[in-house]
């Protein structure tokens, strides 16, 4: 049970002056249970490929399938495939259209067929899901919200329908730090419960070293890395950082700690794990 | 010194299409002078983007005063001396960039203003130059990337010649270089042309390159002070719903362990409180 990303290209515009190849021959396969970052700087085509992933966009050359099934079919499995894939979009004023929060959040899981009840609990646990009080804003327009309240109705609607695969565009662009933290602890419980398949965009690091096992990183339309998070970021720091990427905010620290004498041991990808590092370091408690 | 924005017991409550209210701002009392670099950080909703509205006259009080140069922000004729004063950045590049070469789009908002062609050029000239994007005058700005367009997005405000600009989490779409690039040139704006720099953010590390910081809390400000004097609150800053710089979080946690450490707010605080021999 996987997504593949077969040797997939991809150009905007083509034959145009404006012709732009965002992706050039991109392979990888993600195993439904695994908790993906993708990572690469602002245009290295990120959510281009993302689109691929649940067939809003289809390859000019290579396939994309899920569960072995091709996204570009028009036959039912075709369908069945592409609704297997829910997506957060970069974007959350792009995805939400509905005239209150909770006909927004409504809409998956009733075009799923779900009967009127089993809806309402869908929405009100994907409302608890992203923090967002049901007596407050069940009945408020989405489009009259700040910017982070906005992600978190996005985010919800697409949580609502239970996806086997999860596509998240920069979904803690403009959460704020406790909000954020909250859900993704929300999101890692129903990853191991349901052992989703999630991608998780990001340009913050430091979320994809705390929640990814494996990184894949893009430069130019092309995937340069796809490896252990930790592997990378111990050992790829100068690729990285020339593919305008950095590493998290803990390893900067730690190797500062380690220039000024404090034998630290290891890659510290959290605050927690620094934490640890610092204490053995100093021989004050290693529990 | 007179301040070049202040806000007098200024409420803002929005209605909204079912005729509902929504108090965003309650009462909020400020004071920000020349040169001041602000930061202002508070969870979602907290009214930030609200109160950033006010400053340019984007939105006006419906109760109490905004001042602007001494200007009162609700009297129509102030409307363009205050938008002269007060330029913003937003958090979205694309949404910013309107026209399909850099140096047009640098122009764009001086032909709108009406100022005359010969000053147009060394206008849009100095602007580039101060963002670091002189190369690029003649590029097309979709082909740039994310951190370019928003410094281009920047020297389209500048070219105005405001005393101040806001900037509303102009770094939460950029990839690690593109925020290095923008935080840097913010500070230069602050420290090489006295612009008053008002910065709203979720990113500690950020915030703490301010002179003072603003944390706002369900349409109020909560805490006000130095970094040093925010940042070492830990626990507070916790329950508004907020988290301090790594470093700071850090020596928190150790002090927890039993750990005497001073104040921390940054990477060589952190080092020297750790590693005292060097
Ligand atoms: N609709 C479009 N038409 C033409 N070109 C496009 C379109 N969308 C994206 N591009 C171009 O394709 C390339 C890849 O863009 P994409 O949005 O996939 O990048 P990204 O990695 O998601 O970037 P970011 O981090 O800024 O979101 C860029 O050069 C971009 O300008
Ligand atoms: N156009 C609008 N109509 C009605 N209410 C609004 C509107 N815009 C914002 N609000 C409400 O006003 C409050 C303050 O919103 P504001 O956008 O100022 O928050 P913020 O601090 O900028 O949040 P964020 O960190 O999410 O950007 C929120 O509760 C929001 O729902
Ligand atoms: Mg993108
Ligand atoms: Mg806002």
């Not at chain 1, 050359?61 to 075709?78: F, I, P």
Request: with cysteine; charged share 25%.
């Amino acid at each position: 049970m996987s997504i593949e990303v077969d040797h997939i290209s991809y150009t905007y515009m083509a034959h145009t002056s404006l012709e732009n190849k965002a992706l050039e021959d991109v392979s990888f396969r993600v195993d439904k249970g695994e908790f993906v970052a993708l990572i690469g700087h602002t245009g290295s085509g990120k959510s281009t490929l993302a689109e691929h992933l649940n067939g809003l966009l289809h390859p000019d050359e290579g396939c994309v399938r899920v569960d072995g099934v091709d996204l570009k079919g028009k036959d039912r499995a075709a369908k069945e495939a592409r609704g297997k894939v829910g997506m957060v979009f970069q974007y959350p004023e792009h995805q939400l259209f509905a005239e209150t929060i909770y006909e927004d959040i409504a809409f998956g899981p009733r075009n799923q067929g779900k009967s009127p009840e089993e809806v309402d609990a869908a929405v009100r646990s994907a409302m608890a899901f992203v923090d967002l009080d049901y007596d407050v804003f069940a009945s408020r327009s989405p489009f009259q919200l700040s910017g982070g309240q906005m992600r978190r109705v996005a985010i919800a609607g697409v949580v609502a329908m239970e996806p086997d695969y999860l596509i998240m565009d920069e979904p803690s662009a403009g959460l704020d730090p406790v909000s954020r933290d909250n859900i993704f602890s929300q999101l890692m419980k129903i990853f191991h419960k349901r052992q989703m398949g999630v991608i998780l965009i990001t340009h913050s690091m430091e979320e994809a070293a705390q929640y990814a096992d494996r990184l894949l990183v893009m430069s130019g339309g092309k995937l340069h890395l796809d490896g252990p998070a930790r592997d990378i970021f111990t050992h790829d720091r100068e690729t990285l950082e020339k593919l305008s990427m950095d590493v998290p905010e803990s390893v900067k620290l730690a190797d500062e700690l380690r220039q000024q004498g404090l034998s630290l041991k290891g890659t510290p990808l959290t605050e927690a794990e620094l934490i640890r590092a610092i204490e053995r370091a100093k021989g004050w408690k290693a529990c | 010194m007179e301040p070049i924005i202040e806000a007098r017991h200024l409420s803002h409550t929005y209605v909204d299409g079912q005729n509902q209210e929504m108090t965003a701002l309650k009462d909020i009392n400020l004071s920000i002078m020349p040169g001041e670099f602000i930061a202002i950080i508070g969870t979602n909703g907290s009214g930030k983007s609200t109160l950033a509205r006010h400053f340019n006259a984007l939105l006006t009080p419906t109760e109490g005063k905004c001042l602007v140069g001494g200007l009162d922000t609700s009297v129509e004729a102030n409307l363009w001396p205050v938008r002269q004063t007060v330029g913003m950045v937003f958090q979205n590049p694309d949404n910013q960039i309107v026209a399909a070469i850099v140096e047009e789009d640098v122009a764009f908002g001086l032909e709108n203003i009406g100022v005359p062609g010969p000053e147009i050029r060394p206008r849009v000239e100095a602007a580039l130059e101060t963002v670091g994007m002189t190369a690029y005058a003649k590029h097309a700005p979709h082909r740039l990337s994310g951190g370019q367009k928003q410094r281009i997005a920047i020297a389209g405000v500048l070219a105005l010649e405001p005393k101040c600009i806001v900037f509303d989490e102009p770094t939460a779409m950029l990839d690690p270089k593109g925020r290095k690039d923008i935080v840097e040139t913010v500070l230069k704006l602050n420290k090489e042309k006295q612009i008053t720099i008002i910065y709203i953010t979720h990113k500690m590390e950020e915030a703490i390159l301010a002179d003072r910081i603003i944390a706002m809390n369900q349409g109020h400000i909560e805490m006000e002070g130095t970094p040093k004097e925010v940042f070492t609150q830990v626990d507070r800053i916790r329950k508004l719903g907020l988290e301090c710089p790594l470093a700071a979080e850090v020596a928190n946690a150790l002090q927890k362990g039993g750990h005497k450490l001073p104040p921390i707010l940054t990477h060589e605080e952190l080092c020297q409180a750790l590693c005292p021999s060097k």
